[in-house]
Structure formats: C-alpha cells, structure tokens
C-alpha cells in the first residue's frame, strides 16, 4: 500500500492555466506538507497543515492556493501558470508533536510539472 | 546566505570507498538534524535521524552533528553503487512548527 501518493506524476501545460495536483496518505498522520524541488535539487517548504489549519505559509506567489479538506488528503491549486513554476512538487506527511517537532517525513513520488 | 549550506558535488567514488557528506547550517534554533537519501525521480526518504551532538550509527552509516560549529556528516562505510543517489540534509525545529530546512543536495555516484 502506497504511504503517501500524488496525481498526477507528471502534467505538461501551457502558460496561462489553471492546475491542480492532489495528494493523499494513509499514515494517519496529523501533519502534510507542500515542497517544490527546482532543477537543482534544491528542496523547499511551501506550506503546511496540521490537522486541516495552515500552519507554514512560505514567500509563495498567491497564485498558489493549498487545500486540505480532511487530514488525508491536501491538494495544490495553481493558477496562471508560470515557466517559472515548472518543478517536482512532492506532498509530505509526519506527526507533529505538542512541541511543534516533527517526527519522519514521509514523501510522495511527486509531480513533474513542465509549464511550456 | 543560505541557511543551510550543502556541496552540490556531483560525487564519484569506486564501489568500497568511505564517502563523507556535510552540511553547515547558520540557524542556532535547529535543534534535530536529518539526512535524506532521494533516488532519481524519486521522493527523498529517511535515513538518519538525530537530535543531540555526537554519533548516531545505523548500519553502514554514521550521522555526526557538531552544533558548537554547527556542522554535519554524513560517512557511508563500504559504499555499494546502491548507494548512488542525491542526499539531502534538513534541519528542523526552527521558528516554524515542523519545517524542515533542506541543504541542496549532494549527487553521489559509486561505481563498480
């Protein structure tokens, strides 16, 4: 069984629109997440919810809006697409304790997005 | 500066070599420190895991956390061309409540 999944692997899509990517774990984790990985390698935090309340809200373009409708699942909506925003985004599941540390991350496969 | 500071490489030892990966960081906050290993296409995946200063061992791999000169290791013993792949430092337990604070990665390759 699949920790946590992403859809779709990979969305190839002209500048100008609107896409989303949906992720969903079965951990029973309290905790998701949303990174970008740029064609260097270079992994970096978007956003966070915890138990479905956004808690990491990084310098992130507004035309990126997350959505977490229960605690399995978080999506990621992005409008106006950019050549900029082409990446691997990967989804991201952990516990969070009362201390606000995080125990393992757990990562999806990920999302190769290519805007042309 | 980055936060986190990590040699992109790219890596290439034979098959057998000791490998020695490192990352400096600039937060005094961090207070858990954690190597991820990623495969290519893949979604990067645990490997070590540790809080304090000093050695923490798991098989062919040791992590080394010095956070008077803010410094990890990371030592693969005996490395295998498995062993190939990005590896990723983070730093955690900063300001914000479960960020992870990622180096850019190493690309390591051991060959046969």
């Known amino acids: 069984d699949t920790a946590v999944s992403q859809t779709p692997k990979y969305l190839v899509t002209q500048m100008g629109n609107d896409k989303s990517i949906k992720c969903e774990q079965n951990l029973g984790h309290d905790t998701m997440y949303w990174y970008k990985q740029d064609s260097k390698k270079f992994l970096k935090i978007m956003f966070s919810y915890n138990n479905k309340e956004l808690i990491i809200n990084e310098t992130v373009p507004n035309r990126f809006s997350p959505k977490s409708p229960d605690k399995a699942h978080l999506n990621l909506h992005i409008n106006s697409l950019e050549l900029g925003d082409s990446a691997v985004y990967f989804c991201?599941?952990?516990?969070?304790?009362?201390?606000?540390?995080?125990?393992?991350?757990?990562f999806g496969p990920g999302t190769r997005l290519t805007v042309l | 500066q980055k936060e986190v500071e990590q040699d992109p490489g790219p890596l290439s030892v034979p098959e057998g070599a000791i490998v020695s990966l490192n990352c400096t960081y600039s937060n005094s906050a961090f207070q858990y420190f954690m190597w991820y290993r990623q495969y290519s296409r893949k979604g990067p995946e645990l490997l070590m895991y540790t809080y304090s200063s000093g050695n923490k061992e798991d098989g062919r791999f040791t992590a080394q956390v010095d956070k008077s000169s803010k410094y990890i290791s990371l030592f693969i013993r005996d490395s295998q061309p498995s062993d190939s792949a990005t590896y990723l430092c983070?730093?955690?337990?900063?300001?914000?409540?479960?960020?992870?604070?990622f180096g850019q990665g190493t690309i390591l390759t051991v060959h046969p």
């Open positions: 991201a599941s952990s516990h969070l304790s009362l201390r606000g540390l995080t125990d393992t991350q757990y």
């Open positions: 983070a730093e955690g337990g900063g300001t914000s409540y479960g960020k992870l604070t």
